[in-house]
């Protein structure tokens, strides 16, 4: 059964770096596309970026400049990197993976990020 499990979230101060991370389980085959998501209290959940395997991506206005996904095969890992974070970017980040054309996502990890 194929599972995604994320890590990297906390508590940050604005202008500061996360990571997050979403790595592959439960299968032999590479993600083909890693996409990012998030969501604020009370807010519907928002796409934040997308990165496919042969390597272009895109990013929401919100998070453009600063953000960044990347794919690691030989781990099966997607990470995020977010850089100058602000309050806004407080939520909870979701990433979601497509394996053989089937589309997987993990249960979440809260940023906070203090003003």
């Known amino acids: 059964q194929v599972e995604l499990v994320e890590s990297g979230g906390g508590l940050v101060q604005a202008g500061g770096s996360l990571r997050l991370s979403c790595a592959a389980s439960?299968?032999?085959?590479?993600?083909?596309?890693v996409a990012w998501y998030r969501q604020a209290q009370g807010m519907q959940r928002e796409w934040v970026g997308t990165r496919l395997i042969a390597g272009a991506s895109n990013y929401a206005d919100s998070v453009k400049g600063r953000f960044s996904i990347s794919i690691n095969n030989a781990e099966n890992t997607g990470y995020l990197e977010m850089n100058n974070l602000k309050s806004e970017d407080t939520g909870v980040y979701y990433c979601?993976?497509?394996?053989?054309?089937?589309?997987?996502w993990g249960q979440g990890t809260q940023v906070t990020v203090s003003s």
């Open positions: 979601k993976g497509v394996i053989r054309q089937r589309e997987y």
């Open positions: 439960g299968t032999t085959f590479s993600m083909n596309i």
